[in-house]
């Protein structure tokens, strides 16, 4: 079955550290620009993250550099985002994204226009 499935979500306290997976199933990730998006209730979504397939060039949220950062394990086939000082404002739905585009182009694109996208995992910071 061809999939991306993230896991890795959960209730944090501020100031705490999740590290997100997205692991795909089906098709071979390295070839694939990796996006992270992200969804909090009432709010537009957002592109958090991205890692390009081809000169492991990176994208980050202005607000979240240096705190999140985003990697991928080809032998597992599977792309990562940690997570560091979380704060409150970063609960959403967190989703991966995979495109044989620019990471640029995946930015733009709406959510069914990926070549491939999870069904999120939910990160909740709170005390």
């Known amino acids: 079955q061809v999939q991306l499935v993230e896991s890795g979500g959960g209730l944090v306290q501020p100031g705490g550290s999740l590290k997100l997976s997205c692991a795909a199933s089906g098709f071979t990730l390295d070839y694939y620009t990796i996006c992270w998006f992200r969804q909090a209730p009432g709010k537009e979504r957002e592109g958090v993250s991205c890692?390009?397939?081809?000169?492991?060039?990176?994208y980050y949220l202005d607000t979240l550099k240096g705190r999140f950062t985003i990697s991928r394990d080809n032998a597992k086939n599977t792309a990562y985002l940690q997570m560091n000082s979380l704060k409150p404002e970063d609960t959403a739905v967190y989703y991966c994204?995979?495109?044989?585009?620019?990471?640029?182009?995946?930015?733009?694109?709406?959510?069914?226009?990926?070549?491939?996208w999870g069904q999120g995992t939910q990160v909740t910071v709170s005390s």
């Open positions: 890692l390009s397939n081809d000169d492991g060039d990176t």
């Open positions: 994204a995979a495109d044989l585009s620019s990471w640029y182009e995946s930015l733009l694109k709406d959510r069914h226009e990926h070549d491939y």
